[in-house]
Nanobody, 127 residues
């Protein structure tokens, strides 16, 4: 069964940190790039970061550059998103998604190219 499961969300104060995890199962993980997206209430879903199947290529939205770091451990079929210096505007549901390297070998990938999606994890930044 193909599955992506996000975890690690929660409530954090401004300036705090969280590490999100995206655990994959049911497909050849190394053959897929992984993207993180987020959607705040009343807003469109936006791309946050992505990492290629090999881990060589990464990409970040301008709004998170220098604060977020994406990484992957193919042995554990898991991608991580380390989020530092969190701001209230980072509040959103965060989703991970997988894109085949046959479709897009390097980051970034267009949203419609992502084939599998997780259910999301809530991140709330508030004092």
């Amino acid at each position: 069964q193909l599955q992506l499961v996000e975890s690690g969300g929660g409530l954090v104060q401004p300036g705090g940190s969280l590490r999100l995890s995206c655990a994959a199962s049911g497909f050849d993980f190394y053959a897929y790039g992984i993207g993180w997206f987020r959607q705040a209430p009343g807003k469109e879903r936006e791309g946050v970061s992505c990492i290629s199947g090999s881990g060589i290529s990464t990409n970040y939205a301008d709004s998170v550059k220098g604060r977020f770091t994406i990484s992957r451990d193919n042995a554990k079929n898991t991608v991580y998103l380390r989020m530092n210096s969190l701001k209230p505007e980072d509040t959103a549901v965060y989703y991970c998604a997988a894109v085949s390297t046959a479709v897009r070998a390097m980051c970034p990938a267009a949203r419609h190219e992502y084939r599998y999606w997780g259910q999301g994890t809530q991140v709330t930044v508030s004092s």
